[in-house]
């Protein structure tokens, strides 16, 4: 099956650093990725849709200048955290989809980022 | 746009009895349909999904979910539970390339 990395799976940091958060598709191209939050206990909220080489289109009330998204190609899209707070703590997952139009999105193993 | 409604918000079993994971969509047509498990601090994984076809499909882990179009649902059955399915369930819609998800049901498994 299609298979999506994300890296770091833990990351830790100061309050106002940035922290990037990358997502790849190891075994096909992804011509769509997603970006998701997930406090504890509640279920995902998308935060962003971005398509190879162009814009992210953010959901209503997500920051795009504080979660900067760039998809430059088919196999990788990064997720930066600019000048991160404490509040900024989260679980943050991403998925892809292929090529088929069956809205069937395949899932990174999640990046929980901690803000002291 | 499609959205998803998991009525339970935790449930309780106790190991090998059934299990059966409520999950209710609203959509014009029919769309696509998933469960997925995600265990703490954890990504997804897919349990299972419904395009077309045959109304009853079988997953992994022994799970299977029936999508009845009459009621606009999709439930998720375990004839017998183990401890490690404790976990969160979640069901999710997809069309035109957008995917939503349910709240979440919680699965707490006990002795």
């Known amino acids: 099956g299609a298979v999506v990395s994300q890296h770091p799976s833990w990351v830790i940091c100061k309050s106002g650093t940035s922290v990037k958060i990358e997502c790849r598709s190891l075994d096909f191209q992804a011509t769509t990725m997603f970006w998701y939050r997930q406090f504890p206990k509640q279920s995902l909220m998308l935060m962003a849709t971005?398509?190879?080489?162009?814009?992210?289109?953010?959901e209503q009330g997500v920051e795009k200048d504080k979660f900067l998204i760039n998809h430059a190609s088919l196999t990788l899209s990064t997720l930066t955290v600019t000048s991160a707070h404490p509040e900024d703590s989260s679980f943050y997952i991403c998925?892809?989809?292929?090529?088929?139009?069956?809205?069937?999105?395949?899932f990174g193993e999640g990046s929980r980022l901690t803000v002291l | 746009a499609q959205s998803v409604t998991q009525p339970d918000i935790h449930i309780t079993v106790s190991e090998g009895a059934s299990l059966e994971l409520r999950c209710n969509y609203s959509?014009?047509?029919?769309?696509?349909l998933f469960w997925y498990v995600q265990s703490p601090g954890q990504g997804l994984q897919l349990l299972l999904k419904?395009?077309?076809?045959?109304?009853l499909v079988q997953g992994i882990k022994g799970f299977e979910a029936e999508f009845k179009r009459s009621q606009s649902s999709f439930n998720l059955r375990k004839p017998s539970v183990h401890w490690s399915d404790a976990a969160e369930y979640f069901c999710?819609?997809?069309?035109?390339?957008?995917?939503?998800f349910g709240a979440g049901t919680r699965l707490t498994v006990k002795p």
């Open positions: 419904y395009f077309s076809g045959d109304t």
């Open positions: 998925s892809a989809s292929g090529l088929s139009n069956t809205g069937e999105l395949f």
């Open positions: 959509y014009g047509a029919t769309p696509y």
């Open positions: 999710a819609v997809a069309a035109n390339n957008d995917m939503r």
């Open positions: 971005s398509n190879e080489g162009s814009k992210a289109t953010y």
